[in-house]
């Protein structure tokens, strides 16, 4: 059975959060932190894991890392991983 990761990255040097998700986190967090030319990550390195959620369907997880892209998932990030 597939499992899926929503995760939340945090960037203490440019005081910066990322949220994703994905089926393989050390691929993907690697993958954040690598050598590349573009994307957003690329910009706010170096990151660190900060949250780890496990879903059973794509479709939680991505309920789950949407809800954590508006408004209030960000209040609910800076309340609960205060740098």
């Not at 986190?25 to 690329?42: C, D, M, Q, W």
């Amino acid at each position: 059975m597939e499992e899926f990761v929503v995760y939340i990255l945090y960037s203490e040097k440019h005081d910066k959060f990322y949220k994703g998700f994905t089926t393989s986190l050390i691929e993907r967090f690697k993958s954040h932190n690598e050598p590349a030319t573009k994307g957003y990550t690329v910009r706010f390195r170096p990151w660190v894991v900060v949250h780890v959620e496990f879903f059973d369907t794509k479709r939680d997880a991505t309920k789950r890392e949407s809800f954590l892209k508006t408004g209030a998932g960000r209040a609910w990030i800076r309340k609960r991983f205060k740098p």
